[in-house]
């Protein structure tokens, strides 16, 4: 098996559902005791958290490329950034290493295109339900996106920053979530994108009047693919 290194701490949340995600899809394809061989980077999200202007991004950027390499340095054949929102830098990133970065939206992309998915509605925070980065990924994938509901991105992002990356899950956002979903299926779409590496804490993935792609699923998936050299 291939070294996979793991950019995580963003939120540390979401790093342990890559985790154990990651290791339950190796040890059920290697059989038990195998796991996965990782290396896991957890950043101090403090100086990540909502970053919204120019010069946070920039921040972002150096402290994303300075964890990518001493991830490379220390023998990780490849790495995944765990959170969707921080591939806004992922070009920065990807170019300052000399190993793969697997981009989460792209991963999503290729998949939904196989699966011949047109519409879809996207679920995430502000930056990536409004702005291009990620929107793009998908729409070079033929995936029509509806377009983002503000009043849906306002609560997303509170659910998303002040309950599930603090690790709370409540009746009331898992409520909220069902909702979304109807409408959005009422508006046309065929699948819904989480968009989120939290979401899941709150959208039953498996059990849902539309497809769920879920992207720490599928971007998880790339990676135990990567360590398997079945890519």
């Avoid at 995600?21 to 990540?48: G, H, T």
């Avoid at 979401?199 to 990567?226: C, F, G």
């Amino acid at each position: 098996m291939r070294k996979l290194g793991l950019i995580g701490g963003m939120s540390w949340v979401s790093t342990r559902t890559y985790y154990d995600y990651i290791n339950r899809k190796v040890q059920a394809r290697m059989k038990y005791p195998a796991s996965a061989p990782l290396l896991i980077e957890s950043l101090d999200f403090s100086r990540l958290y909502r970053v919204t202007d120019d010069e946070g991004w920039e921040d972002a950027a150096q402290v994303l490329i300075r964890s990518a390499k001493r991830l490379a340095r220390a023998g990780a054949g490849a790495i995944v950034i765990g959170a969707n929102s921080m591939h806004k830098v992922y070009d920065e990133v990807a170019a300052a290493v000399d190993v793969p970065i697997f981009h989460i939206a792209e991963c999503v992309g290729e998949k939904m295109g196989r699966d011949g998915v047109k519409v879809a509605a996207l679920f995430g925070t502000r930056n990536v339900m409004t702005e291009s980065f990620y929107r793009q990924r998908l729409v070079a994938h033929g995936v029509d996106l509806l377009p983002p509901d503000m009043n849906y991105v306002e609560q997303l992002d509170r659910i998303i920053y002040e309950e599930l990356m603090q690790g709370k899950v409540t009746r009331d956002a898992e409520r909220r979530l069902k909702t979304m979903i109807t409408v959005k299926e009422q508006s046309g779409a065929k699948a819904i994108v989480l968009a989120c590496t939290e979401l899941d804490m709150v959208v039953d993935i498996d059990a849902n009047v539309l497809p769920i792609y879920d992207s720490t699923r599928i971007h998880a998936e790339k990676a135990v693919e990567w360590i398997l050299g079945e890519d």
